[in-house]
């Protein structure tokens, strides 16, 4: 008798997870230069500023510096947010410490996804190393502690008197975000096959952090006493948007080094990320994660509604 697939017939989106996860079977990508065929290091698409007037004139040569750095934006970020704010709200239902009481395979499941996370953020500065040293486009020294301290900071502002209640919040928006790269990439042959390759590994684990941390939430908002849902339930779309607000100094400082002036680089950023590229991004990320709270009752209560529309978060 197979007493894992056996327990898999009844559990719930981590199941499968001992034997498809990435961490568990998953190999390891190698980096290969497929430029010469025409393959490229990041959709243009998903690069907002190369068809800038600003930009698009520079050398081919800075232009391909840039789609890189992109691409190391891409990973850094992805390793810096799955290890410093994921995962400690993920340790927080692993070890039983939300508010009520998590059943075990529920805390256990949370431990598998704290383990996806921190193998996402291994290949994803292994492989930013192997472009690196393939292509010898510096890595930039890009702290992200800048948007670390944002998120906290917009999160005590929100719900000051419970900011553990916070993080769960930010990690439930994270995992249940749906974003262009990862539906992207993976399925986009002028891409390189590597990138491609950690991007699809990626995205297969997200599918069930997706399905947990929905599952999650539904446990979560009935538990809550009912004067904590209000004030959660007003705060939710700023959250939610603290969460989205675009990590710029990264786009900046790599404008820069390819070039352009600081007060250009200001333009272009300005011209790309402004208001109305920045609401239309958030909509279209978060409107699986607004429909989740829908579905869970946020916006059943009393001034939710209006705040999710005001925030630019309707549900549609």
Not at 71 to 85: G, I, K, N, P, W
Not at 131 to 153: C, F, K, N, S
Not at 178 to 191: G, S, Y
Request: charged share 20%; glycine share 6%; aromatic share 8%.
């Amino acid at each position: 008798m197979d007493v894992d697939k056996t327990a898999e017939k009844t559990a719930g989106p981590l199941a499968t997870w001992y034997r498809e996860a990435g961490v568990r079977s998953g190999p390891r990508r190698y980096f290969a230069d497929e430029t010469d065929q025409g393959r490229v290091f990041f959709p243009a698409t998903l690069v907002p500023y190369l068809t800038h007037d600003a930009v698009r004139v520079l050398p081919p040569e800075r232009l391909r510096e840039l789609t890189i750095r992109h691409l190391y934006q891409f990973l850094f970020s992805t390793a810096h947010l799955e290890t410093r704010v994921v995962n400690r709200g993920a340790e927080l239902i692993a070890n039983n410490r939300v508010g009520f009481d998590v059943p075990m395979a529920h805390r256990i499941d949370a431990f598998k996804v704290y383990c996806d996370e921190g193998y996402h953020s291994l290949y994803s500065l292994d492989l930013a190393n192997q472009v690196a040293g393939a292509t010898q486009v510096a890595i930039p020294e890009w702290g992200y502690g800048g948007l670390v301290d944002r998120l906290d900071a917009t999160a005590a502002a929100l719900v000051p008197d419970n900011p553990e209640l916070a993080r769960l919040m930010q990690v439930v928006v994270f995992e249940t975000l749906i974003t262009a790269v990862l539906n992207e990439v993976p399925a986009d042959p002028t891409v390189i096959t590597a990138i491609r390759q950690i991007t699809r590994d990626h995205a297969r684990d997200e599918g069930r952090h997706h399905r947990f941390f929905s599952a999650f939430f539904h446990q979560l908002w009935p538990s809550l006493d009912a004067a904590v849902r209000v004030t959660l339930a007003v705060a939710l779309p700023a959250l939610v948007r603290g969460c989205l607000a675009w990590d710029l100094e990264p786009v900046r400082s790599s404008l820069v080094l390819a070039g352009i002036d600081p007060p250009t680089a200001a333009a272009v950023i300005s011209d790309c990320y402004g208001v109305d590229a920045g609401n239309a991004r958030m909509r279209d990320m978060a409107r699986t994660t607004v429909k989740l709270f829908q579905s869970a009752g946020v916006l059943d209560v009393a001034g939710a509604a209006e705040q999710f529309a005001a925030h630019g978060l309707e549900v549609t």
